[in-house]
């Protein structure tokens, strides 16, 4: 097959060097942007008088009947084209005529190539943000549900202070939230059209890019024609973006897969998202949660793809930039698979309160209680530290825990324990009295559902 470049070469390379140069097996998803594109550029081309209107006409009827015929599956993408870009080129020439030759007028396909990634990528980033914009509504419905359950909250994964599961899950929305934050950071740099800067220098004819940009619904244009084509920081954005994202839910996950064992008990799964064991009949396995967290490496490994294609490449367009599609492409659709995953499994879990409950109860975690105890009635706090300490050692030895050991022996450690230590050391309370902003007390977590209702309802279906 002829090739639409031939021209200094006979256009003629080895089978062989056809399947390894060739895109068409990935970029292909991108037809819808490349018919998009070359509509809006027909429309520069008349508007600048390059093109004739009935040229124009001619050229957008042929490009929306190729995009109907691909849509209903009359036209198959031809796998021996080279990429996209040629095959809808090469059959709106084979339709309309010398008409389809003149589309490819003052642009080049390095142009073309990053105008479509960027349209797809545009469209990509909005169903992204509406995605994690379900995940948060689906935490922030769980902490409503689960709103006065206490857990023991840990560091090091050792028991440390009480705290409300609704805060625990809380935190993650704040994630989530600035997860939409950095997407829609990254569609506004994202949002500028690259197309009219040609090869690398721009073009002879008079265009008008801003036209074309604008059409398009563009904020801006590219101002420097070499980075237009050669730029794929937004897809770097973009890849970081998606691996914080990333990151984010496989540290939930790890959460999840933690509280459904045994050892925990603090959740469980629902049965349409966990599986059995091929040997051990007992077994609830939260593979979903698992999977999740394993593809994290994979997305990270999207992201050092692109870095690593980047790090060296000369300016302007060098081939080695079409290796960017499959990372990214792959990146996309691998946190869009997880989330679809996570949303409904998240929606079905069940908190376990009783168990979060008895595992606050044993853990010791009003020991900081029962130093600041101390410290309100005038004692340094180092001082109330090391009593705290010494109670919970008292409480091992005689296998109890501070809400029931005697006042006698908290009198052997200071004169300054009194009855009212209880009241003081009691789990609930210990959590109601974290009253500063952002802790854990029942009115702060209410504030924060507050907040992030807010937030959500502040991601506009038009920017999504």
Not at 39 to 62: P, T
Not at 218 to 240: K, T, Y
Request: overall charge negative; some cysteine.
């Amino acid at each position: 097959m002829a090739k639409l470049w031939q021209g200094v070469t006979e256009g003629v390379t080895s089978k062989v060097a056809d399947d390894f140069n060739s895109s068409i097996s990935f970029d292909s998803r991108m037809f819808r942007e490349d018919i998009s594109g070359s509509v809006a550029h027909a429309k520069m081309l008349a508007k600048c008088g390059i093109i004739s209107e009935d040229e124009k006409n001619e050229i957008i009827a042929g490009l929306f009947g190729i995009l109907e015929d691909l849509e209903s599956g009359t036209l198959r993408i031809d796998p021996d084209c080279e990429d996209i870009h040629m095959f809808v080129e090469q059959v709106l020439t084979e339709r309309i005529g010398d008409s389809g030759k003149r589309l490819h007028t003052a642009r080049s396909r390095n142009d073309q190539v990053a105008l479509d990634l960027r349209l797809y990528l545009r469209s990509e980033i909005d169903s992204l943000t509406e995605m994690i914009k379900r995940a948060a509504d689906t935490l922030v419905k769980k902490a409503e549900e689960y709103k006065t359950a206490v857990m023991p909250g840990y560091t090091h994964l050792q028991r440390a202070q009480p705290i409300l599961f609704s805060h625990h899950l809380l935190a993650y929305c704040m994630m989530l939230l600035r997860d939409a934050d950095r997407l829609s950071d990254c569609r506004k740099r994202l949002n500028v059209s690259p197309i009219g800067c040609c090869a690398l220098a721009g073009t002879t004819y008079g265009t008008d890019r801003r036209y074309e940009a604008e059409l398009l619904g563009f904020s801006d244009v590219c101002r420097n024609s070499m980075d237009g084509v050669s730029d794929r920081d937004f897809a770097l954005e973009l890849l970081s973006n998606i691996s914080i994202i990333m990151t984010h839910l496989s540290r939930f996950c790890e959460e999840l897969i933690l509280w459904s064992s045994w050892e925990f008990r603090f959740a469980e799964l629902s049965d349409n998202f966990t599986t059995g064991s091929s040997i051990m009949p007992q077994k609830k396995n939260p593979d979903m949660a698992e999977l999740i967290r394993g593809k994290t490496g994979r997305v990270f490994g999207d992201l050092t793809t692109l870095l690593t294609v980047l790090k060296g490449l000369p300016l302007a367009y060098n081939k080695d930039m079409q290796e960017d599609k499959e990372a990214v492409f792959d990146a996309v659709d691998t946190v869009k698979a997880c989330l679809n995953v996570f949303i409904p499994m998240i929606c079905e879990m069940k908190a376990r309160p009783d168990n979060m409950l008895r595992a606050a109860q044993t853990g010791f975690i009003n020991a900081t209680d029962l130093a600041d105890y101390l410290v309100r009635k005038g004692m340094p706090f180092r001082s109330a530290y090391k009593i705290a300490g010494q109670a919970v050692a008292k409480c091992q030895t005689q296998g109890c825990v501070l809400e029931t050991l005697p006042l006698e022996e908290y009198k052997v450690l200071s004169e300054l324990f009194d009855s009212d230590l209880y009241a003081d050391i009691d789990l609930k309370n210990c959590v109601e009295k974290r009253i500063s902003d952002g802790g854990t007390s029942l009115k702060s977590v209410e504030e924060q559902i507050a907040y992030v209702k807010e937030k959500l309802s502040d991601i506009k279906e038009d920017n999504i």
